[in-house]
Structures are given as structure tokens and as C-alpha cells.
């Protein structure tokens, strides 16, 4: 089981505040990252997240967990900016994702998927004159959402059938496999939907 931006039942101010909210919040600051050019901005935006995060008593493994899956690209990325435009260039870029990425965690620890569709329902009403339908986009997002921990499983199935056969660890050799479990999964769930008649 993955604690991968899976919701965390805690009574504390953030788990309070209503879904639009924080995803409000979290679309200023993805905005206003725009703006950020000294390498102390995202220092300062890190430390003030993980104030929220201490704020919300989620614990230090989950927090941790969320950003995990990102250092190995930090790195390499953290190397090139240094490379080509300075430590200062690198801290700005990295510092910024790193941040977009725990907040917007923080929005999935704090927040049931039932709240977070039912604001994106909200915001889709308006399309409904153009034909769309803002409870099939809630149903979309309610998947995707409940999609992330099912593949991060299944990558880590492939990973450790890899490990005890001694396979390859080339990428290629790891992605195929997860490629076809995870579209074998989504087919289950489209023949899931069908049977409900949700296939039209």
C-alpha cells in the first residue's frame, strides 16, 4: 500500500478549510512561482509549506513520501541549471517544483476525493450550455486521482518480479511490463463503467 497523496484523517485548521480553498490557493501559488528570481523565494515558499504541513500534523513519512519519486529528476536537473546558468538559476527551478509539488500533495493529504471532485463539478457547471457534462469531468478526475496509488503499486510489482528474476534493469524492460498492467487495469475499469452504463 502506497501513501502516495492519500488523504489523512487529521483535525487540525487545513483538513478543515473547504476544498475550494486550498485549490485556490495552490493555483496563486503555482502562478506566482512566474514571478520568483532570487534563489531565496523558494527557500522561503519551502519553509512556509512545511509550517502548513507541521499545521495539518501529517506525519513525516507521508510527507516525505510525496517527493520521493521526484529527487532522482531534481538532481539531474539541479546538475544542469547549475551547469548552464548557475546554483542560483538551479535552487529558483528546483526549489519551485519541489514546492508545487508538496503543496499540491498537501491539497490530496487534507482533502477527501469526493471534496476535490465536487469543486471540479462546481467550476464545470458553466460548460454544461456547451453540451458537456460537469459530472462525467468529476467522474474523470475522481479515476485519475484514485488511479495514482494503483500504478505506483503496479510499478512496484514489476520492480520486485524484475529484482527475483534477476532481470534486466534497463528502462525499457521495466516500463513495457508497467505499461501493460496498467492498461490492463484500465481496461477492467472501462468494462466496469460499461456495465453501469457510463460508455457512451
Known amino acids: ?22 485549490l485556490g490557493a495552490l493555483v496563486v501559488v503555482a502562478a506566482s512561482t512566474v514571478f520568483v528570481r532570487q534563489w531565496w523565494q523558494p527557500v522561503a515558499l519551502l519553509a512556509a509549506i512545511a509550517v502548513v504541513y507541521l499545521v495539518a500534523r501529517i506525519p513525516w513519512r507521508s510527507a516525505l513520501a510525496q517527493v520521493r519519486p521526484l529527487l532522482a529528476l531534481l538532481v539531474a536537473l539541479a546538475i544542469f541549471q ?63 486521482i484514485r488511479s495514482v496509488p494503483v500504478v505506483v503499486g503496479l510499478a512496484r510489482e514489476v520492480r520486485d518480479a524484475q529484482r527475483a528474476r534477476g532481470a534486466s534493469a534497463r528502462p525499457i524492460a521495466f516500463l513495457v511490463p508497467l505499461v501493460v498492467r496498467s492498461l490492463r487495469h484500465a481496461d477492467k475499469v472501462g468494462e466496469a463503467l460499461a456495465a453501469r452504463g457510463l460508455d457512451d
Open 1 to 22: 500500500m502506497t501513501v502516495l497523496a492519500t488523504y489523512v484523517e487529521r483535525d487540525s485548521p487545513i483538513h478543515r478549510l473547504p476544498a475550494g480553498v486550498k
Open 82 to 144: 547549475t551547469v548552464f546558468a548557475g546554483w542560483e538559476k538551479a535552487v529558483v527551478v528546483c526549489g519551485c517544483i519541489l514546492a508545487l509539488a508538496a503543496l499540491a500533495s498537501l491539497v490530496s493529504l487534507t482533502t477527501r476525493t469526493d471534496d476535490l471532485v465536487d469543486v471540479v463539478v462546481r467550476m464545470a457547471q458553466p460548460s454544461r450550455r456547451f453540451g458537456v457534462v460537469p459530472e462525467r469531468i468529476g467522474l474523470l478526475v475522481s479515476l485519475g
